[in-house]
């Protein structure tokens, strides 16, 4: 039995062509804008000396953390360990795209959860769609990103946006779902309008699981600003890339550990705050 | 007392399912709850339920799981819509309001306590209690200062910035207990409230409810599956099964006229030592003797109705002096003492204590119990087999006793102490019918047993 193939692929093809024609104005205003957040996060990172950036997420870690010195003393090594291994600037390139990527990531997805969460249709029609963008190689992405945007910071923070969003909306979700029945009761037995139902009892309950969701958000979005560095996307992952295509074993493995740094400050950071108080 | 209308609930259907109409069109020809889930795979939550709660009463529902008893709870404030019928609050039909109307209603006029607390982990004691004043804007410091009432009215005074965590379960429904007085509602709604509690903590919970609701005065509608619990608190209770009301009464209603064989095996295994009340088991205090009189006026009372103790009152309001034994009285004879001198002091039972806190006094005590209400007139006398006689009653030692028992019941004769003032067919009905039947707990605090 010989069907003709389903040409899957041209039609795509095509779609990303028109959307190109059609659009690229569009695309333009979108590209401008994030540059915008991009550099403007990175000039605020690189306006200070190393020193100052290393003490304030010292004192991030130690007061999200319930007090902790010894992650507070970790946290300030391990940036003076970048700035040792002369990766400070790559550095900052990377923490602002996952700054900013996360921070776009969150506005989304936070509201969509919420709305997911209210509305079994607008679950069930998303939830396909978020295994989808969760499961297609992140590659995937890089190459539509690429076309609408072009080489550089934007399309990367694109290609990581999609990548990093599902999990601030499905634990958004969830924690609002997960948010015990009585507690919404109490909610409207005593009279909550739904916003104040909202505000007042389902975030708050349901806050360590977004933080969670927040958590997760930039791990993705740290591990996908590195991979987007194939499309131009400054900072370490660039580092990493450069180092793999000369063979230069110790350089690739410097650029990685300054990734392992950043990624395991960010994730104690926010771990802290999902669990705290 | 008046009786006012507080809450009405009329023909109040509830079905869980796709197309509740067909169901109810199916309950109104008067098929079986079983038989409609067979035909239309719906559930009926609520049949046809009626009633009527009074203002400043205690109404418990009451039921096993599943009976509709929740159900019900959370129609009267639309947690739970209602599929038909009406729930009238001060004559307001609640399930015909809007969205506003009705939140106004249930801020002003529904406080609602729940099984398991449900109190925010986020909040301090004080802003959980206050969350109801938040939320219709009412400034902080009027909020935290009603607040901080509610908390020392359920005796959390102290606790207000701690955090829920740090709490134990009686303490937390405390919390959930202020947080609904807190609105100053004029019904509380009640969800199982004491059933998450260890029963030492509940019992307290409970008699503390019953003080605070002498304070107070709120209608209260209790939810529970505990008889006991029940019987206790309620003014009234209706007993539910499949999401119908099979019986409407006062405790000792329930009691002792069970509408059906389903009552009658639902409250077969109660603890009656717990519903009745010294007021409902005693006899009249006969004879008695006055102050004034002198020895030989008691023996001669004593000889006559064959007793070995008599008590003593003063004037026509029959204020309790004390007991007299005959041995003493022979001897004041002998050396012509005053009957005043040989007055022995007697423990005296209020009219409400339960009959389990009499058991254990009369079962030390010599004579029998004089029972004396607050401004210390001798009321009736609690006699050992009186105290029997009411634990074993059945239906039938009921229809005997209140038929005027023409012979002693259940008396040991051999008991010669105790077989005093039982005699001459006066013995008070066994079951007090009135409706303003004394609850145990209600006047714990005036529980003074001068031993």
Known sequence: MIL???????????????????????????????????????????????????????FLAYFTGNKNL??????F???????????????????????????????????????????????????????????????????????????????????????????AIRLTNLGIRQVPLELKEVADAFGSTPLQKLFKVELPVALPTIMAGVNQCIMLSLSMVVISA???????????????????????????????????????????????K | ????????????????????????????????????????????????????????????????????????????????????????????????????????????????????????????????????????????????????EAIETVGLKGYENSRITQLSGGMKQRVGLARALANEPDILLMDEAFSALDPLIRSDMQDELLALEDRVQKTIIFVSHDLDEALKLGDRIALMKDGEVVQIGTPEEILTEPADSYVSRFVAGVDRSKIFTAESVMKRPEPLVSINSGPRVALQLMK??????????????????????????????????????????????????????????????????????????????????TVLGALAMSEDATEEASAGGDEPVQEDKNEEIFSNSCQQGNSMPVINHSSEVEKPGKTSEAMEVKI
């Open chain 1, 4 to 58: 003709p193939k389903i040409p899957v692929g041209d039609f795509v093809e095509t779609a990303v062509f028109r959307v190109e024609l059609h659009l690229g104005w569009f695309l333009d205003i979108i590209s401008n804008f994030l540059d915008l957040i991009i550099s403007g996060f990175s000039d605020i990172l690189m306006y200070f000396p190393p020193f100052v950036i290393a003490l304030f997420f010292a």
């Open chain 1, 70 to 75: 010894k992650l507070a003393v970790g946290t």
């Open chain 1, 77 to 167: 090594a391990g940036f003076l360990l970048i700035e040792n291994l002369e990766l400070w600037e790559l550095s900052m390139e990377t923490l602002s795209l996952v700054i900013s990527s996360t921070f776009l990531a969150l506005v989304i997805g936070i509201p969509l959860g919420i709305l997911t969460a209210k509305s079994d249709l607008l679950f069930h029609i998303l939830k396909p769609l978020l295994d989808l963008m969760q499961t297609m190689p992140s590659f995937v992405y890089l190459i539509p990103a690429l076309i609408f945007f072009g080489l550089g910071n934007v399309p990367g923070m694109i290609a990581t946006l999609v990548f990093a969003m599902p999990p």
């Open chain 1, 230 to 276: 194939m499309i131009g996307a400054r900072g370490l992952g660039y580092q990493v890339l450069f180092g793999i295509q000369r063979v230069d074993i110790g350089m690739g493995f410097e650029a990685g550990l300054g990734i392992v740094i950043i990624a395991v400050i960010l994730d104690r950071i926010t771990q802290n705050l999902s669990q705290g």
């Open chain 2, 1 to 148: 007392m008046e009786k006012n209308t507080k809450l009405e609930v009329r023909n109040v259907n509830k079905i869980f399912g796709r197309n509740p109409q067909r169901a109810i069109s199916l309950l109104n020809k008067g098929l079986s709850k079983s038989e409609i889930f067979e035909k239309t795979k719906q559930t009926v939550g609520l049949n046809n339920v009626n009633f009527e709660v009074n203002e400043g009463e205690i109404f418990v529902i009451m039921g096993l799981s599943g009976s509709g008893k929740s159900t019900l709870l959370r129609c009267l404030n639309r947690l739970i819509e209602p599929t038909a019928g009406e729930i009238l609050i001060d004559g307001k039909d609640i399930t015909k309001m809007s969205a506003e109307e009705l939140r106004y209603t249930r801020r002003t006029k529904l406080g609602m306590v729940f099984q398991n607390f449900a109190l925010l982990p986020h909040r301090t004691v004080l802003d959980n209690v206050a969350y109801g004043l938040e939320i219709q804007g009412i400034p902080k410091k009027e909020r935290y200062s009603r607040a901080l």
């Open chain 2, 304 to 385: 006559e109705y064959g007793i070995s103790s008599i008590f003593v009152v003063e004037g026509k309001s029959r204020l309790l002096k004390g007991v007299l034994m005959i041995k003493d009285v022979v001897e004041a004879l002998k050396s012509k003492r005053k009957l005043e001198s040989i007055i022995r002091e007697v423990p005296s039972i209020p009219p409400g204590m339960p009959l389990y806190e009499i058991i254990p006094l009369i079962a030390d005590s010599d004579y029998p119990l004089p029972v004396v209400d607050e401004k210390g007139k001798l009321k009736g006398i609690i006699i050992r087999g």
